[in-house]
């Protein structure tokens, strides 16, 4: 085993030998920095409290994943249950391991929260939160501690760039028409799918030991077989970026959406989005063909950017348009 990983290993079993009363514990920790968590409470910023503030989690978030993804492929290190018999597994994953995506994810999205927020007991409850998630995943025997060192030194890297450069690239944008912006987006999704399909060319070379493939499915006989090199999670993040951008860009164009308004309608505009968000996700996926994989592709492209239009704008219409805005 690398020596870089070998010195987490004695960590990760003082942690697991604390006793099994904190895996629950964890298990809620490391939810609130699944995609799936982000998925739900998404829509809370974008369509009950402040539509800027949602798109700005919704791409930061995205975005981090992208190269959360590529960073992945391209150091190729194994999670701790692939390669220790000694490491319990509380959750599987079929991905590389360095950098640490919730840990990484955590610190883009909760850093931002904390940011736009200007009350130091949410800030540090902030803090807190990315600890936990962070410390969750260790225990949980998905990640090495420098698995999440390394996701939280990215992670901050990209907040920090966010922080510095949001402001000044929001107004050179919003300063050129339209047809310009969805260019200028279209072209940026492109080269973010160029580097993320370009490191899974760089790296096709590289086997995957057969005993990590062994030992994850003896730890975890239950779960997916490891895939570390798949392309899907790419494809999926580039193609919902570009949704939700040319979403946002639609929604200032045709004037933009408030999202005040009572509960009832606060709770009506959530659960029928969500609803929409559902419907479109797994109906086009029961629909569309999977293949050949090159059209397979194209289709889920075409599925994940409807998605992000659909948070971004066809939603707001819909609650416009049915009075719940």
């Not at 298990?27 to 009950?48: D, K, S």
């Not at 960073?71 to 194994?78: A, C, D, I, N, S």
């Not at 028409?177 to 370009?198: E, N, Y």
């Not at 309608?265 to 293949?291: M, S």
């Amino acid at each position: 085993m690398d020596a870089m990983l070998e010195w987490g290993i004695p960590i990760i079993e003082w942690l697991q030998s604390l006793g099994a009363w904190l895996e629950p514990v964890m298990q809620f920790f490391t939810f609130l920095g699944t995609e799936n968590f982000y998925l739900l409470i998404l829509p809370v910023f974008l369509w009950w409290i402040d539509v800027r503030l949602g798109i700005r989690i919704g791409l930061a978030l995205l975005v981090s994943a992208v190269f959360n993804g590529i960073l992945k492929v391209l150091f190729g290190l194994p999670r701790p249950y692939w390669v220790s018999d000694d490491i319990q597994a509380f959750s599987s994953e079929t991905s590389f391991g360095l950098p640490s995506g919730h840990a990484q994810n955590a610190i883009v999205i909760w850093g931002l929260l904390a940011a736009w927020s200007k009350n130091r007991w949410f800030r540090a409850g902030m803090v807190l939160l990315i600890a936990m998630i962070s410390l969750s995943r260790t225990f949980l025997g998905v990640h090495f501690p420098s698995d999440t060192i390394a996701g939280l030194l990215v992670g901050g890297v990209i907040l920090w760039v966010l922080l510095r450069l949001e402001e000044p690239v929001r107004k050179r944008f919003e300063s050129i028409v339209m047809g310009k912006q969805i260019l200028l987006v279209s072209i940026l999704a492109l080269l973010l799918l160029g580097l993320g399909l370009g490191s899974l060319y760089l790296t096709r070379g590289r086997p995957i030991p057969e005993e990590w493939v062994a030992q994850a499915a003896a730890a975890m006989p239950r779960s997916d077989a490891i895939d570390p090199v798949s392309p899907d999670g790419i494809i999926s993040n580039v193609a919902t970026i570009f949704g939700i951008s040319v979403g946002a860009i639609l929604l200032v164009d045709w004037g933009g959406f408030d999202p005040r308004g009572t509960w009832a309608q606060r709770l009506g505009r959530y659960f029928l989005g969500l609803i929409g968000l559902i419907l479109l996700f797994f109906g086009l996926r029961l629909i569309l063909p999977t293949d050949p994989p090159l059209l397979g592709a194209f289709f889920r492209f075409l599925r994940y950017a409807l998605v992000g239009l659909w948070v971004a704008y066809l939603a707001p219409r819909f609650f416009c348009k049915i009075r719940l805005a």
